[in-house]
């Protein structure tokens, strides 16, 4: 379902006017950082969401999200990104001239074939429960609840 068919009218933009004078947006903006919640962050979110992508549906938009924050834990992306972590681990023991001990093939499945690790778990299961969410129809005010403000903040305006 597009964000357009599923978002009220208080997240719009009037014709002729910029994002910025959505009132929501404005409450964000002007919002002493002391004051700042989640709330505030995800309703200037969605205005913008809707303001930039109104024809996306709610599964493309948090797909990006989790695709930002890292949390797209897809077989092939985990793969990709511990091959990425163990070349820099390769190109730092040769900048500071280490040398291993065990056989590169082992380095290897060491470094890359492993469990899931603790983060990499959490992360996986956050994602799962906002896929979870999206199937269920959830609101996307809802699924953005799930990110801490911290995670809100790195997706970024």
Not at 37 to 58: C, G, M, Q
Not at 62 to 67: A, D, G, I, K, Q
Not at 95 to 104: A, I, L, M
Request: hydrophobic content about 35%; proline content about 3%.
């Amino acid at each position: 379902m597009n964000l357009s068919t599923i978002l009220d009218l208080s997240y719009t933009i009037p014709q002729g006017q910029k994002l910025e004078d959505n009132e929501l947006v404005k409450k964000w903006t002007n919002c002493p950082d002391e004051s700042m919640n989640n709330e505030l962050i995800i309703d200037a979110y969605l205005s913008r969401d809707l303001h930039f992508f109104p024809n996306k549906t709610v599964t493309e938009i948090f797909e990006r999200h989790l695709s930002k924050l890292g949390y797209d834990l897809s077989n092939q992306e985990l793969l990709n990104r511990r091959k990425y972590n163990f070349i820099n681990l390769l190109k730092r023991m040769m900048d500071e001239e280490v040398k291993s001990t065990e056989p590169f093939n082992e380095l290897y499945n060491k470094y890359v074939n492993i469990e899931l690790t603790n983060v990499e778990q959490v992360h996986k299961a956050k994602a799962l429960k906002i896929y979870d969410m999206i199937e269920q129809g959830c609101h996307p005010k809802n699924i953005y609840s799930e990110f801490t403000i911290q995670e809100l903040e790195y997706l970024g305006w």
